[in-house]
């Protein structure tokens, strides 16, 4: 970056010195302020440029001057003659009444009826919305009172619901009480019966066993012709 | 309209004027086009308005009015160029002469002549006519800040452009 820098300032620098030396040619001078004089520059040396840039101006400022003058005198001359207002104005007064008669009633007419319309709309708007604000006022009333008889009727009837529930609740407990009380009397009476039975089951498989034993330990010689045992001392069998 | 002795305007600021075109132009024709037309757009403007700074007002007149020739002139050669490079080459001609026959000064000239009119504007009155920011503010009727960023830029696209004539240059150089 810095030798860009460098041939920047280098180019201006030099740039600068060419043009030092240069002195403005006279000739230039000289050219330039006949030109300013002739686009008519004020305070230029040269008196002549001057002399004439002033009276070419005078001349044009007296041409002017006469030339407003003699437009007045023309103005004046051929002004037209006064005119008697009230004659015109009863010659004119029949043909203005009639051209501007029907235009003004047509503007009435019109602006009557856009009146009308104004205010006809403005009551129309009017009446729409007390109309709708009472619709809508109605509507709540209804709707509040439709609310409210709902809420009773629906408490009255969940009551009701709860009632019946509880009725039906209190039948089943005493149902429910009375199979109890009649499977606890089954079962006592099946209790009885069993034990009943059972005493008589030990009793009689008693009687069974010793009949058993009887039978086991008795031998055919020892019974008799007919079947029946011989009573003996239980010793006397075990002796050889 | 002001009253003004263009005589001693003429005398008096006249080498600033010259030296503000030569500088740009870099011959006496073209710089004497710009004096003449820079004391009488000076004159015409004096007559619609009040002038607060003559000497700023032209500066700012010769360096705008030499700008807007030395653009001239670059579209004037372009064309030229372009319908010699059209036309059927000489052998012993060499691309790079128009070139090689400017000096450091000159690319500077013909860099300025590329820029943008408000950056080439800003630049040669700040560093040709050495003028301030807040005057060439005031001649250009923009801001101090517009006038810092146009400077900002015309340094950086003139830094580009010599950088790249001073490769052109070395190229040159080396085809010798």
Known sequence: ????????????????????????????????LRRLGDAGMNGVGHPEAGRIAIGGTIRLALAAAALVAVGCMIG??????????????????????????????????????????LALTAVYVKVREELTEQY????????????????????????????????????????????????????IQDMTQLAAGLQTLASRTEETRQVVQLLVDVLPEDLDAEGNPIMRIPNERNEP | MQAHDWQAIVEGYGPLVWRTAYRLLGNHADAADCFQ?????????????????????????????????????????????DARDSAPRDEGADPLEHVEALDLGGYLRVAIGQLPPQEANVFCLRYLSEMSYLQIARELEIGVNAVGVSLHRAKARLRKLLAATSVKDEVSHEAR
């Open chain 1, 136 to 187: 809508q006022d109605d509507l709540n009333r209804f709707a509040f009172q439709t609310l409210a008889a709902s809420n009773a009727k629906t408490n009255q009837l969940l009551a009701e619901l709860l009632e019946s529930i509880d009725a039906a609740q209190a039948r089943d407990l005493n149902r429910i009480g009375r199979v109890i009380s009649e499977i606890e009397r089954n079962r």
């Open chain 1, 76 to 117: 004046r001359l051929s002004r037209p003659a006064p005119v008697n207002i009230d004659k015109l104005r009863e010659a004119i007064t029949p043909s203005l009444a009639a051209s501007i008669e029907p235009v003004l009633r047509a503007k009435v007419v019109e602006d009557l009826q856009r009146r009308w319309q």
């Open chain 2, 37 to 81: 037309e820079t004391f009488l757009t000076a004159l015409e403007i004096s007559r619609r308005q009040h002038v607060r700074n003559l000497p700023g007002l032209l500066a700012h007149l010769a360096t705008t009015r030499s700008i807007d020739r030395m653009r001239q002139r670059i579209l004037q050669e372009r064309h030229e160029n």
């Open chain 1, 1 to 32: 970056m810095k030798p860009d820098k460098d041939i920047l300032g280098e180019a201006i620098t030099r740039l600068k010195r060419e043009a030092l030396s240069q002195q403005v040619p006279e000739a230039l001078v000289e050219e330039t």
